[in-house]
């Protein structure tokens, strides 16, 4: 799996599509449209993440350090990147492709911490 997350993204389609509530269960353990959710709701806080620091990473390559604020100097790659960043799909539609294409790991863990059951697709 490609570390940049935009180029794993690139071909998939950045508009909410219906899906049918039976295609979430069924798939391996997953028992309950509500763990389904669960589990693609963490992994779309994990890219949410991860793409906010990866744009982060590259805006910060173009920052010009100045020590008076006097006036913003606007920068067309800066832009260009944040325009690039803002077409990408959604990391809860990024989740639910990498769900349905069975992508995801997770596990289950009791009350300490500790692993009972790693699952992966």
């Known amino acids: ?6 180029a794993r993204v690139q071909g ?3 508009n909410i599509q219906p899906q049918n509530m039976n295609d979430f269960i069924g798939k391996d353990k997953i028992n309950s449209i509500y763990e389904a ?3 693609i ?3 779309a806080d994990q890219l949410a993440l991860d793409l906010k620091l990866e744009l982060k990473n590259k805006l910060d390559e173009f920052t010009i350090h ?3 604020i006097e006036e913003i100097i606007e920068n067309k790659e800066q832009i260009e990147i944040t325009k690039f960043y803002e077409k990408l799909p959604n ?21 300490e911490g500790n692993v009972i059951e790693y699952v992966k697709f």
């Open 1 to 6: 799996m490609a570390k940049d997350i935009k």
């Open 12 to 14: 998939q389609n950045p």
């Open 37 to 39: 959710l669960a589990v």
């Open 41 to 43: 709701g963490k992994r």
């Open 66 to 68: 100045q020590d008076t």
């Open 91 to 111: 990391p809860a539609l990024i989740a639910t492709q990498e769900f349905f294409d069975r992508k995801i790991k997770y596990e289950y863990r009791d009350e």
